[in-house]
């Protein structure tokens, strides 16, 4: 069974920078496409950026020049760099497969990302 752990999460101020990381245990984890994905209050989870098996990446334009996500095949894990934070990027945000005709893994407990002065 698959097993997500997303970390890296906090309080920033505007302009700020996080990293993200996610850990991903129990599959082969370079067959997999991943994504990140964040989710607010009353609203459903939003697809944020992928990266292909190959290192593709997709960004969803408000991330588009401020986020770069990255994988590493041997620790298997995917990593959301955030730079030029704003408010409205506050979220708690998730890893996962991109949607696709499968089901995705067990979503993990997220991490918060509050941007905040």
């Known amino acids: 069974q698959v097993q997500l752990v997303e970390s890296g999460g906090g309080l920033v101020q505007p302009g700020g920078s996080l990293r993200l990381s996610c850990a991903v245990s129990g599959s082969i984890f370079s067959l997999y496409a991943m994504g990140w994905y964040r989710q607010t209050p009353g609203n459903r989870r939003e697809l944020v950026a992928s990266i292909s098996r190959g290192g593709s990446t997709n960004y969803v334009d408000s991330a588009k020049g401020r986020f770069t996500i990255s994988r590493d095949n041997v620790k298997k894990m995917v990593f959301l760099q955030m730079n030029s934070l704003k408010p409205e990027d506050t979220a708690v945000y998730y890893c996962?497969?991109?949607?696709?005709?499968?089901?995705?893994?067990?979503w993990g407990q997220g991490t918060q990302v509050t941007v905040s002065s």
């Open positions: 996962n497969r991109p949607p696709g005709n499968y089901e995705p893994f067990t």
